[in-house]
């Protein structure tokens, strides 16, 4: 008898947290979830490894590579989706687990080790291109900060410092705990509902982003500035505080319901 049956048969007190009963619950979902892990970790290593080899070739190769990583970053967006496999929820409402623990589960897995599988093996798969010596003049120039001019250019005409950095990560969150929440309320049709919320929520943070620009830049036009990258900047800390806004929301109402599903 497997511990998670023995557990089953012999109910545990879910008063407090334990992190055994977290652990449980990954040894619950592990034959669902090894094969994405799997998928996500060999998809981060190809894309590493050539885009790190195409980008030695021809420093051109920036664009494509883009691509290659924003279908990686989308695939991070729906990594939720996963637990709309095989009702697997079902079995879970009748676990010995508490509803903290259900969710420190959920967070942790599409938040912690789905990230941290896919950042290890892309820097596993541009290390191992230094062996290649192309390559490896590439990241030697990288790690000298002597980046190629084409792709410094494309990177800084998508970059503007700190405030880029938490507008990705603001945003990044804000797709995922979509996604997740998406999989977890829904009865039916649980990824098909995570992608329309997700594009959908895209689309408005387009639409904000829109609007920011045009009140900074309206701003801007009343008190005769003309910086560029103070725009850019304003424009993207007024939608970095409506998106952490969304999110916080967005994260209440889906611990609650981690916590209150049912059959």
Do not use: C
Request: charged content about 15%.
């Amino acid at each position: 008898m497997t511990e998670l049956t023995s557990t089953i048969y012999n109910p545990i007190q879910k008063e407090g947290f334990s992190w055994n009963r977290v652990k449980m619950l990954y040894s619950f979902y592990f034959p669902v979830i090894k094969n994405q892990m799997i998928a996500y970790a060999i998809g981060a290593f190809i894309i590493a490894f050539a885009s790190t080899l195409l980008i030695a070739l021809d420093p051109l190769f920036v664009i494509l590579d883009m691509l290659f990583f924003t279908a990686l970053i989308y695939a991070l967006y729906w990594n939720p989706i996963i637990f709309s496999r095989r009702n697997y929820h079902l079995i879970e409402t009748i676990l010995p687990v508490s509803g903290n623990e259900k969710v420190t589960f959920y967070f942790s897995y599409s938040f912690v080790v789905i990230p941290l599988i896919v950042i290890g093996t892309i820097i596993l798969g541009a290390g191992i291109t230094y062996l290649i010596p192309a390559s490896r003049e590439l990241i030697d120039k990288i790690i000298n900060f002597e980046i190629p001019s084409e792709v410094s250019d494309e990177l800084k005409a998508r970059s503007f410092g700190v405030t880029y950095i938490i507008s990705a990560i603001v945003s990044w969150y804000q797709m995922v705990i979509t996604s997740l929440f998406a999989v977890t309320y829904f009865k039916k049709n649980k990824a098909l509902m995570a992608i329309v919320l997700t594009i959908a929520i895209s689309m408005v943070s387009g639409i904000i982003g829109a609007i920011a620009g045009f009140i900074t830049g309206f701003n801007s036009a009343i008190n005769d500035i003309d910086a560029p990258d103070k725009f850019l900047s304003n424009t993207m800390f007024i939608s970095i505080i409506v998106y952490l806004i969304f999110d916080v929301v967005m994260t209440y109402y889906t611990i609650h319901t981690i916590k209150h599903r049912q059959l």
